[in-house]
DNA sequence: AGTGTGAGTTCCTTGAAGGAACCCCAATTG
DNA sequence: CAATTGGGGTTCCTTCAAGGAACTCACACT
């Protein structure tokens, strides 16, 4: 329900589940990723409330992490990502990550993903943008940011 | 609020918001990434309702995320994250980055990492497992997967 | 004019989050 | 040994969000 408000929080984790941390929310991203763009479309896959969909929407699109644009001369929209938004899937990555290695069971993951680049059937992993290592949160220290509370 | 339930969907995202897609469960989680292990440290750091706090807590060690164990011979218990916890915190470490890409603002990020295995304030990207490329949702091909629904 | 369709709105019911007060247990203190 | 303290929760009530079905609106096509 949420009815805190953690987008005033010094904390980006916080902040982001301000963006994302609402029910549906990250499957909406999930499905407009997957090619599910229009309010039809995304209501019957995920069998969400229309009125809770409309809110989500309009949440999404307000962050700036979804555009609202017609397709049509009739009043039809389409939903896609914006580049804050793409990179939001980096979150969703790393989600189904972890559910395909802890929560898959015996079936197995229900989806695959091929990397472009090698052409292989891969996983992420999380390295440092500065020597290219694994860092993984016991191979980082936490320290007071600029941006940190008094 | 989330009375649909998540954990049966054929999709790793919904099965990962079924562990912690409730509202505050990243943010305890956080905490006892950060050394808040004690259910009045997280009540007092969060702010968050004590029963509401008890749900989560319960929840996460039901699910394996979290262990729950006495620290002393009074009925005292600090939470500590098991191996499958850990990894969780990947997706916890995204959000963060997301977070202070895009949201910090002026004043920058509260927290800065440090990686300890080149000594440098960092941050991190998504690889793949297999080339050690770059790997982000558009690099990447969706495929059906074993567990896929039918 | 009548029909169809995508994209929402309205309204009612149910149940989760907030929040304050209360309880239990073991050790320490007077 | 009674009283106190403090961590770790329960209980209970209020408020507001999610579920769900029905309804509306705008435009195009027949």
């Known amino acids: 329900m949420q009815r805190t408000?953690?987008?005033?929080?010094?904390?980006?984790?916080?902040?982001?589940?301000?963006?994302?941390?609402?029910?549906w929310s990250p499957l909406i991203l999930r499905d407009v990723?997957?090619?599910?763009?229009?309010?039809?479309q995304i209501q019957a896959d995920l069998g969400i409330s229309r009125k809770v969909l409309t809110e989500r929407l309009n949440h999404l699109v307000e962050r700036g992490v979804l555009e609202r644009r017609p397709y049509d001369r009739r009043p039809r929209?389409?939903?896609?990502?914006?580049?804050?938004?793409?990179?939001?899937l980096d979150v969703l990555m790393a989600m189904a990550n972890w559910g395909d290695n802890w929560l898959a069971g015996e079936a197995g993951p229900p989806v695959l993903y091929r990397h472009h680049a090698c052409g292989e059937i891969s996983k992420v992993d999380l390295r440092c943008t500065h020597c290219g290592e694994s860092m993984h949160a016991g191979d980082v220290e936490l320290l007071q940011g600029p941006g940190a509370a008094v």
């Open 5 to 23: 408000d953690f987008g005033g929080m010094a904390c980006s984790i916080a902040r982001t589940l301000d963006v994302i941390g609402e029910p």
């Open 77 to 88: 929209y389409e939903y896609v990502l914006t580049e804050k938004g793409i990179q939001l």
């Open 33 to 40: 990723w997957a090619g599910f763009t229009r309010f039809e």
